[in-house]
């Protein structure tokens, strides 16, 4: 046995020993490290049935407007591209669409749609492919899922079939930030996805990472998403910079495909694509457990264990995403977005009529008191 196996094996032990027991960090124990493979500019995986090999670290088109951000990814070797039709109202598909003009064999690009009637949803994926510049879209993604009723649905799966067998879609998914797990099992049995984009990161429970490695045994590609948790920029904390860390603790799962950070600046890409074929330290695990603590009370870092405790089936984590997209990100655009939501605006209403909050946060969320916050952000002005 080589002393650099022995050194990982004594690592991951004193890791173990180290975290057990602190709910902090859930998932560690057990979890593979993986190997450092010096030089190598990029780990790409296979993503699930589809067989499209994504770099482990893609990119979240999500916030960034800035063409030199996605050029750097491209020359850092990023080939994987999420974006969605409602981000900055459609000028964010625009962005990648004129990015890779030219060079579109050698990208993958992920967008969504939302449920409708079939011309809604007909004139959004044309709309998608007329920005993205493309007669192609190679995974379409259904936005924002939080039943299991959903993940089944035979009207999506129609739709779904009907965009595949008329080449617009190669492959097709769904995309949740609540109840992951409950769909990722649904999902499994399904078998009506072959991509699932879920929210998964170093605060969430073993349940989920179970979930996660069901689906992707039955198939599913996992992309993870709102893997650092709360977009935090440093100087906000005081000097921490747990992302990097954050990236590669999701990626110690190897059921994963690959993750989606969202990046604004070429550093942050950089940051970033520097993760890939990383290990895990010691140290990454301290600045996690410092980051959970810099969490705790501020933000739901979406860790699905309240999922279904409103009493009036509100898909509260939904609206607490909106406070954190004001207080990590900073992004009041995303807010306006989130106004031309109608369920969510209709959820708000519920919230502010209900005397008494049910959902008990496990991370010290004060989850009535976010809520007003809510109504305060989403108030139309
Ligand atoms: S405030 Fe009431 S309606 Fe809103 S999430 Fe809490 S229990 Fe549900
Ligand atoms: S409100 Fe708290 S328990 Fe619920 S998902 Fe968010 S962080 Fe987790």
Same mark, same amino acid.
């Given at each position: 046995?080589? =002393?650099?196996?022995m050194?990982?094996?004594? +690592?991951?032990k004193?890791?173990?020993?180290?975290?057990?027991?602190?709910a902090?960090?859930p998932?560690? /124990?057990g979890?593979?490290?993986?190997?450092s493979e010096?030089g190598?500019?990029?780990?790409q995986?296979?993503?699930?049935?589809t067989?499209? !090999?994504?770099?482990?670290?893609s990119?979240g088109?999500m916030?960034?407007?800035?063409?030199?951000?996605?050029?750097?990814?491209?020359?850092?070797?990023?080939n994987f591209?999420?974006?969605?039709?409602?981000y900055?109202?459609g000028?964010?598909?625009?962005? $990648?669409g004129k990015a890779?003009?030219?060079?579109? #064999?050698q990208v993958?690009? #992920?967008?969504k749609?939302?449920?409708g009637?079939?011309?809604?949803m007909?004139?959004?994926v044309e709309?998608s492919l007329?920005?993205?510049r493309t007669?192609?879209?190679?995974v379409?993604?259904?936005?924002?899922?939080?039943s299991t009723? %959903?993940v =089944?649905?035979?009207k999506l799966?129609?739709f779904m079939?009907?965009?595949?067998?008329e080449?617009k879609a190669?492959?097709t998914?769904?995309?949740?930030?609540?109840?992951m797990?409950?769909?990722?099992? %649904?999902?499994?049995q399904? &078998?009506?996805?072959? $991509?699932?984009?879920?929210?998964?990161? +170093?605060?969430?429970?073993?349940?989920? !990472?179970?979930?996660?490695?069901?689906?992707?045994?039955?198939?599913?590609g996992?992309?993870a998403?709102k893997? #650092?948790?709360g977009?935090? !920029?440093?100087?906000k904390m005081?000097?921490?910079?747990p992302?990097?860390?954050a990236l590669?603790?999701?990626?110690?799962?190897q059921?994963?495909s690959?993750a989606?950070p969202?990046v604004?600046?070429v /550093?942050?890409?950089e940051?970033c694509a520097?993760?890939m074929?990383?290990?895990?330290?010691? #140290? &990454?695990?301290?600045?996690?457990?410092r980051?959970?603590? +810099?969490?705790r009370? *501020?933000?739901?870092?979406?860790?699905g264990?309240c999922?279904?405790?409103c009493?009036y089936g509100?898909?509260?984590q939904?609206?607490l995403r909106?406070?954190?997209?004001?207080?990590?990100y900073?992004e009041?655009?995303?807010? *306006?977005e989130?106004?031309?939501?109608?369920?969510?605006?209709?959820?708000?209403?519920?919230?502010?009529d209900c005397?008494?909050?049910?959902?008990v946060?496990?991370r010290?969320?004060d989850v !009535?008191a976010?809520?007003?916050?809510v109504?305060t952000l989403?108030?139309p002005?």
């Amino acid at each position: 046995m080589s =002393s650099n196996k022995m050194d990982r094996r004594k +690592f991951m032990k004193n890791v173990s020993a180290t975290v057990l027991g602190i709910a902090t960090i859930p998932w560690l /124990e057990g979890t593979s490290f993986g190997k450092s493979e010096q030089g190598a500019k990029v780990e790409q995986r296979t993503l699930g049935k589809t067989g499209l !090999k994504v770099t482990s670290v893609s990119m979240g088109v999500m916030n960034c407007s800035d063409p030199a951000v996605l050029q750097r990814a491209f020359d850092l070797g990023i080939n994987f591209y999420d974006t969605a039709d409602c981000y900055m109202g459609g000028r964010n598909e625009e962005l $990648v669409g004129k990015a890779f003009e030219g060079k579109r #064999q050698q990208v993958f690009i #992920q967008t969504k749609v939302h449920d409708g009637d079939e011309k809604k949803m007909r004139a959004s994926v044309e709309r998608s492919l007329r920005r993205l510049r493309t007669e192609y879209i190679d995974v379409l993604i259904w936005h924002n899922f939080n039943s299991t009723k %959903e993940v =089944s649905d035979p009207k999506l799966f129609e739709f779904m079939t009907k965009m595949k067998k008329e080449g617009k879609a190669r492959f097709t998914g769904f995309s949740s930030h609540s109840n992951m797990a409950s769909l990722l099992k %649904e999902a499994s049995q399904s &078998n009506q996805h072959d $991509v699932a984009l879920v929210s998964y990161n +170093f605060t969430h429970s073993k349940n989920l !990472k179970e979930a996660v490695a069901l689906a992707a045994k039955s198939g599913i590609g996992i992309v993870a998403m709102k893997t #650092q948790s709360g977009g935090y !920029k440093k100087e906000k904390m005081g000097g921490l910079n747990p992302h990097q860390a954050a990236l590669k603790y999701v990626l110690t799962d190897q059921n994963v495909s690959c993750a989606v950070p969202g990046v604004t600046t070429v /550093e942050e890409i950089e940051e970033c694509a520097a993760v890939m074929r990383t290990l895990l330290t010691e #140290q &990454n695990i301290d600045e996690l457990k410092r980051y959970h603590g +810099f969490l705790r009370g *501020r933000i739901c870092t979406f860790c699905g264990g309240c999922s279904g405790e409103c009493s009036y089936g509100v898909a509260h984590q939904d609206l607490l995403r909106v406070v954190a997209y004001h207080e990590g990100y900073g992004e009041d655009r995303l807010i *306006r977005e989130a106004l031309e939501d109608k369920e969510l605006a209709k959820n708000i209403q519920l919230c502010s009529d209900c005397s008494s909050c049910s959902v008990v946060c496990r991370r010290g969320l004060d989850v !009535k008191a976010q809520m007003k916050v809510v109504q305060t952000l989403l108030r139309p002005s």
